[in-house]
């Protein structure tokens, strides 16, 4: 592993605005009322908003959006999605009190004002159409996500197999750690992995989950990735757990796999593929899988097509687009993939993120020297942010079992999984 | 109960074709160009056809298809999915062997011989179009089917619940009535109802589920069915058992459903909607579940987009369409419903359906008398080409449970399902 250089998200607006400095003084009548516009697109919203003067509008709850500077209010007017989290990493936007509480009203009050449509607020706003995926631009959008350095991860996963996908939290009280072990046990379980099986693997991050069916499931994997670091990581893990024999890892993308296999599995990888992408990559499953094998794909999604939050999207997740279950079954339905069950884990995925974000701000004296205060502050508004996203229900998380439409070798119920 | 009056299926080919008595004699040249280009198309059938003369082609496996005249022949070339069948109900072709074995070896056959499409036999097909489903022609359309006599149903299905619908096996040689039980437990579970709570069921059969849920789960019950003769059942068998006081059996269209609802719970009536009202019945959803309320549509599908086979779409079931699930997620999106939980229950279907059709056959001599032959053989073939559907994987059975995606009162595991 090597310490990555020092790297932040490319912000340059964090105190250099000019509008800053006007906006020393007090707030204009112009101010006032576009403060007054957007709060009254955010029906009940349950916080305040305050202005680099004092000027307060909303409810007092012990929840407070500031405004430091006219810049930060009139730029979030125009393109809220991307220019929150930009002013905020900034620290020209401040959030009083908690933020995942903040940021789950803010979302609430979001769908349901622009159900509403009353406010002028909801015409002003940009969004971004999501980018393609070409095999260029996917190493590029992986490269700026995933090579941060393997050192920032691991102060906030699992210290076990380094997951950065939804955990599983059977039981109440499960530590991160257990939760995780728990989500891989009922990946495989769904798969029914048995000794001698052969699995390919689609986006294996650090290689935790190919060492966990390895070594517990007594099976031979051919994982895929095109993180270079991660890659590097991966193969020395496995030659230090002994396992190098039974893990191939490949630096390579998922439309290059190759060979056979009895169960395809992939975690969290398709998120990165892009719709457009989808009958491709059921075009590499129906290469590789067996007549009698199954498949698993475990992807963030969304209840209806719709965009990936544009600030994430472009500065923290290039490329992500969390799919429909409907669009997900580009995948399946070309090939006429038999889809044997789809479970939501949803909440879990917000447990998950608790669970991180907590082992990040006791680390964030670390991080802030690693990188500096706003990649520090970008990032937990992510976590913050990804955690109400899925508590408010914005995101959803799937796992999807399939295989081939002629198998009838498939598992009848799904008592297994729950013996 | 009314006992319905004696009822064909309005064939009227049987022994009148002209071209019957023509063929007593030698088949020609060209009959056995046809037959031989008829077998050429399906590969490794694993069977033999026989023409009129005893002609015969194919494999010696025990498995023998028999056309009895020339117009059979040329009839089944030129539109074998719905010829076949009124063929086969007027006599007019015969299978030796077991009948949903043969199926199932013609299905294949057709399925790897339509992907090679080697022979000139494909492009004679023609195919139909499903019919739209507007209010008049979906009560026409449930007529046709349900209203064939009660008398007739109680001969196969189960006798304790009267499921018309795909039983739930958990375990290997359950009694039909113990699987139906299960089924209805298993769909009352994954809506974890509980005493009290309110139930709106689209499309109640005969009644037998909304009896189950409001004597075992102490609910109460809305149910909507579009067949008169089934209310008339359902509503005298609800007195008979006392539990009217807690039962509205309601003679009306689902699209016409009205009230609130702790869950909504649809068993077998989407395949009679029709992509083209998903939408509405979306509506009616977002119209009566309450903000913690859950809901679920069992349905029989397809791995993809594709019509019904159009023999049972034309005799059988008119307007009958089992969607592909991403054609079941346009009920859902618009709505932004959060889908939790998609179970396949393929091949509990085609046990379902050998339990019913030994029953229906050890009810032949009744069934005869009550119809005529001509009917008891279609619905004999219907019942095994049904078999022989869901095993062959051209047919699936999806229970979807859904929840508006703001609830975060789900259930966070199956565990309770299986415990």
């Known amino acids: 592993m090597t310490r990555p250089a020092?790297?932040?998200?490319?912000?340059?607006?964090?105190?250099?605005?000019?509008?800053?400095?006007?906006s020393r003084g007090g707030a204009s009548a112009a101010d006032r009322w576009l403060l007054s516009?957007?709060?009254?697109?955010?029906?009940?919203?349950?916080?305040?908003?305050?202005?680099?003067?004092?000027?307060?509008?909303?409810?007092?709850?012990?929840?407070?959006?500031i405004f430091?500077?006219?810049?930060?209010?009139?730029?979030?007017?125009?393109?809220?999605?991307?220019r929150f989290g930009d002013l905020?990493?900034?620290g020209r936007i401040e959030v009083e009190g908690d933020l995942v509480l903040f940021l789950e009203r803010l979302?609430?009050?979001?769908?349901?004002?622009?159900?509403?449509r009353r406010s002028a607020w909801w015409w002003l706003?940009?969004?971004?159409?999501?980018?393609?995926?070409?095999?260029?631009?996917?190493?590029?959008?992986?490269?700026?996500?995933?090579?941060?350095?393997?050192?920032?991860?691991?102060?906030?996963?699992?210290?076990e197999a380094m997951q950065y996908t939804c955990a599983y939290y059977p039981a109440p009280g499960m530590t991160l750690e257990a939760a995780q072990h728990a989500k891989m046990d009922h990946v495989c379980r769904k798969l029914r992995l048995r000794p001698g099986q052969r699995v390919i693997e689609a986006g294996f991050g650090w290689g935790g989950f190919a060492?966990?069916?390895?070594?517990?499931?007594?099976v031979s994997v051919r994982a895929y990735n095109i993180s270079s670091e991660q890659?590097?990581?991966?193969?020395?893990?496995?030659?230090?757990?002994?396992?190098?024999?039974?893990?191939?890892?490949?630096?390579d993308d998922y439309r290059n796999i190759r060979g056979h296999c009895d169960a395809f599995v992939s975690v969290g990888m398709l998120e990165h593929v892009g719709v457009e992408n989808y009958a491709a990559l059921g075009n590499v499953i129906g290469r590789c899988l067996s007549a009698n094998g199954l498949g698993l794909i475990h992807s963030i999604g969304r209840n209806a097509p719709g965009r990936m939050n544009g600030w994430i999207e472009r500065r923290i997740f290039p490329g992500a687009y969390p799919p429909s279950l409907g669009e997900m079954m580009q995948i399946f339905e070309p090939l006429r993939f038999s889809v044997l069950d789809v479970e939501n884990l949803r909440l879990h995925y917000a447990q998950t993120l608790r669970d991180w974000r907590a082992r990040y701000t006791a680390n964030l004296g670390t991080i802030r020297a690693m990188y500096d205060e706003s990649f520090a502050r970008a990032w937990d508004l992510y976590l913050a942010g990804s955690v109400a996203a899925f508590n408010t229900g914005s995101l959803q998380l799937y796992q999807v079992v399939f295989a081939r439409g002629t198998n009838n070798a498939v598992p009848t119920t799904r008592s297994h999984l729950y013996a």
Chains 1, 2 share one sequence.
């Open 6 to 22: 020092n790297r932040s998200l490319g912000l340059s607006d964090r105190r250099s605005d000019g509008a800053q400095g006007q």
């Open 107 to 116: 979302y609430r009050a979001m769908a349901a004002g622009r159900r509403g």
């Open 125 to 159: 706003w940009q969004d971004q159409r999501p980018r393609a995926g070409s095999l260029t631009t996917a190493r590029e959008n992986i490269h700026h996500h995933y090579n941060l350095g393997n050192d920032f991860y691991r102060l906030w996963l699992d210290g």
């Open 88 to 90: 905020y990493s900034a």
């Open 37 to 65: 516009t957007m709060m009254d697109a955010l029906p009940r919203c349950g916080f305040a908003a305050m202005l680099w003067d004092g000027t307060t509008l909303g409810e007092q709850t012990g929840l407070r959006v």
């Open 68 to 82: 430091r500077d006219r810049g930060a209010l009139w730029q979030v007017a125009r393109n809220p999605l991307v």
């Open 211 to 218: 060492l966990h069916m390895a070594r517990h499931y007594g």
């Open 231 to 251: 890659v590097r990581y991966a193969r020395a893990w496995a030659a230090r757990e002994g396992l190098a024999e039974r893990i191939e890892f490949v630096e």
